[in-house]
């Protein structure tokens, strides 16, 4: 299958789909979205794949979503911009979760800046290894609503979930290992390498033991409430698109330009230190 948004890969057993936006960062455009869920679809479906990369082309793994927020003449006539956001939100859901619940084993390899939407597909994955430089940031939450699905609070707990989301600041790849955000944090040179050598190990096991597995771990997190975790997303995020903070900042943005909104919304986190540097 041909993509444009995306470089597909297999070899020995393992599947690499590259975000291929290298220029915007891989931010996730309607495009690239729907090419990843039809690529994952095709390793699935690809019985010589045994494990799933997923990885990001030039200087990031992913910057966020690249989805303009819609004008109000751009809505469904009859229908409330509300119920339709909420809906669109939904469908964004079902395409992250196709990584979930892949069959097979998915490994984020993050390198460069893992932002806003960047979070949620690696959340999404069984395992994140990630370059120690890695930044991981949640940046809307300062300006634009919530983070998505949440898998911070999952992998890192309540407390760094809560200095994340509360403050949009970043953490180094290094730093999301000391605290369980990802697996294991590697120097940049060595990160396709470790990435690798783990899908190959992976790639021993058949692919019904994997399956199985990835099942029975993942129904743990189902039966604490994930997906109704995953389903509040949706609402929650919804409801923050109609604070006065996020109309200020999108009305500041299409008056000003959005690097100035930005530089404007930013600006008071710069005159201050942040705790807790690596």
């Known amino acids: 299958m041909g993509y ?76 409330s911009p509300i119920l339709e956001d909420y809906e669109a939100m939904t469908e964004l859901t079902n395409k992250l979760t196709t990584i979930w619940k892949l069959r097979k084993p998915v490994i984020a390899q993050v390198h460069g800046y893992c932002a806003a939407g960047g979070n949620d597909v690696a959340g999404q994955c069984d395992i994140i290894i990630a370059a120690e430089n890695a930044q991981f940031m949640h940046p809307q939450v300062r300006r634009l609503g919530l983070i998505w699905l949440h898998m911070t609070t999952y992998h890192a707990g309540l407390q760094w979930a809560k200095m994340m989301m509360f403050t949009g600041d970043p953490v180094s790849g290094t730093q999301a290992e000391k605290i369980g955000l990802v697996a294991k944090a590697v120097p940049e040179e060595r990160l396709e390498e470790e990435v690798e050598k783990l899908a190959k190990r992976i790639a021993c096991v058949p692919s019904e033991l994997l399956a199985t597995n990835k099942m029975a771990i993942n129904r743990v997190a189902e039966e604490m409430g994930i997906n109704n975790v995953f389903s509040a997303a949706s609402a929650l995020d919804t409801l923050s698109h109609y604070t006065g903070a996020v109309r200020n900042f999108i009305k500041n943005a299409e008056e000003k330009g959005l690097r100035d909104a930005l530089a404007e919304s930013d600006a008071p986190f710069k005159k201050l230190p942040k705790p807790f540097a690596d």
């Open 4 to 79: 444009s948004c995306i470089l597909y890969e297999k070899k020995e057993g393992i599947a690499k789909i590259i975000m291929n936006r290298p220029d915007s960062l891989n931010a996730l455009s309607r495009m690239l979205l729907s090419e990843l869920v039809a690529a994952l679809k095709e390793a699935e479906n690809d019985a010589e794949v045994k494990v799933v990369i997923i990885k990001g082309a030039g200087r990031a793994f992913c910057s966020g979503y690249d989805i303009e927020p819609r004008k109000p003449d751009e809505y469904s006539a009859g229908v």
